[in-house]
């Protein structure tokens, strides 16, 4: 099985660090789809850690729907189970921009920071507090930028949704975070969403431009959720090249 990743200690919460080892098991195949993962005293041996920090983890991946527990154990899901990853399939609204972005090659990060001055008091913030904010990029199979976006999030967000909440101890920058099911944890915590969307062309740039699609076509979308009271939840800008990155975003409250 992959061990952890030793560094960032202080920054990732140690049962986040343990359900990204089992998830890197399950995507590779070195747990079988099907197969009994080990018992949790096994894990917490196995891990350094203890078993209320491996039940932690395995509660985040059956939120995922990556495996299932039932009275015989843990498994990873599949066959009778259900499907591998259906927590990650079309049927469900990924963030930040779709499920075009499941097997694409990604680059995210988590940090806090504060947000630009005209969005803070929209995220419920004062001016220059800091809050937590998503980077996020897929990138082509050559590593030119296809898409990119970033997202901010608001007090209220960061106070009713658990699983974001959890990030209010990483001062550091968290790397390759997964939110891909933010919506899902949205849902879970009775919040009923509802977006505005601003889709904007911006000039064409220079050829020699590096930036997102080089010197091709643009589309800017600039996104806020909120909940059923009107509190943004989310603020979001994906830049992306109109030739090269399908956008597909939809969701219900």
Known sequence: MAEPEPEQAAVVPLYLK??????????????SPGSRLPSERSLAHRYHVNRQTVRNALHLLREERLVVTDRRGTFAASGEHGPATPGLTAGRQ????GTETVAALVRASLAWEAPPAASAGRLGLVPGEPTLVHRHAVLSPGSAPLQRSVSWFSRPALAEIPQLARYRRARGIVLQPDLRLLYHWMHQAGLHLTRRESIGVP???????????????????????????????EITDIDFAAHGAAWTYEFSG
């Open 18 to 31: 343990v359900a990204a080892a089992l998830r890197s098991d399950l995507a590779d195949r070195r747990i």
């Open 94 to 97: 990924l963030f930040p921009g």
């Open 203 to 233: 000039p064409m740039p220079p050829a020699r431009t590096t930036g997102v699609g080089g010197g091709a076509a643009r589309l800017l979308v600039h996104r806020v959720v909120s909940d059923q009271h009107g509190h943004a939840l």
